[in-house]
């Protein structure tokens, strides 16, 4: 039920709809509409910071691979902040677990589209075009992926956040709830060989955590695109699951 919230009150519900949500003890009855106000101190702290900074760096790098133009760095930033205030992209945050050896963790933030739908429709392309190209296919996923992962972790109280390292060991996503438990989770097409490269990560990054300090990984799951039903590998534990199967 949709209705729009963007009145004195829109920092909370309507009287109306939190008396029938706290009445009904429901999920998914509402759609709030209406606009935000971001908080300018967290803008500047972000757009200063020097993961900040490093960031903006990178993109303006990765861009350049395809625009011969000069990029200047204050526009980049003023394109993304738009694109979030227009809730296009979001930003995920580092994790920074507790590890055996004094590898150093890359702090800056990755970012995604808030739904895959939108860049798709902006480049044109549809799913033809994606089977032909599996590898921005694998982008698209990932996005779509990590969209799911964000609305199941919130149901649950929690947050999503990527992890890599100097030496070039990432993992998509980590699923991180209040209560200190967490899942590692690695995102691929399918397919054998790319969901053992999944394991590989998975397993690798599992041994690096200092258990002493914190707890071990809750889970570690492969997220993939193919597959009627999920199963655990007896091997290593690692559940692997279709996105069609996750559920909060």
């Known amino acids: ?133 599996l590898n921005t296919m694998g982008f698209f996923f990932e996005t779509l992926c990590v969209r799911d992962l964000r609305v199941f972790a919130e149901a649950l109280n929690g947050k999503v956040y990527h992890y890599r390292d100097k030496s070039g060991l990432e993992c998509d996503a980590v699923v991180h709830l209040r209560n200190g438990q967490y899942g590692l989770i690695e995102i691929k097409l399918g397919g054998q060989s790319l969901i053992d490269d999944g394991a590989v990560t998975l397993n690798a990054l599992a041994a690096q955590i200092d258990t002493s300090r914190m707890k071990a990984p809750a889970f570690k799951m492969i997220l993939t695109a193919t597959g009627e039903y999920a199963y655990r590998r007896p091997e290593d534990g690692i559940y692997v699951v279709p996105v069609g199967c996750l559920k909060p």
């Not at 029938?20 to 908080?39: C, E, N, W, Y």
Request: aromatic share 6%.
């Open 1 to 133: 039920m949709p209705t729009n919230a963007s009145d004195s009150s829109a920092s909370s519900p309507r009287p109306g709809i939190r008396y029938t949500i706290d009445h009904r003890r429901k999920m998914g009855q509402f759609i709030l509409t209406g606009s935000a106000v971001p908080d300018k101190e967290a803008e500047k702290e972000r757009e200063h910071s020097g993961a900040g900074r490093f960031a903006w760096l990178t993109m303006r790098e990765d861009l350049k691979n395809n625009d011969t133009a000069t990029l200047d760095e204050n526009t980049i930033m003023s394109y993304l902040e738009a694109l979030r205030k227009i809730f296009v992209v979001e930003d995920m945050p580092a994790w920074n677990p507790n590890l055996r050896s004094k590898t150093a963790i890359r702090t800056a933030d990755t970012r995604y589209f808030v739904d895959p739908s939108i860049a798709t429709a902006a480049l044109g392309i549809g799913p033809a075009d994606l089977v032909n190209d």
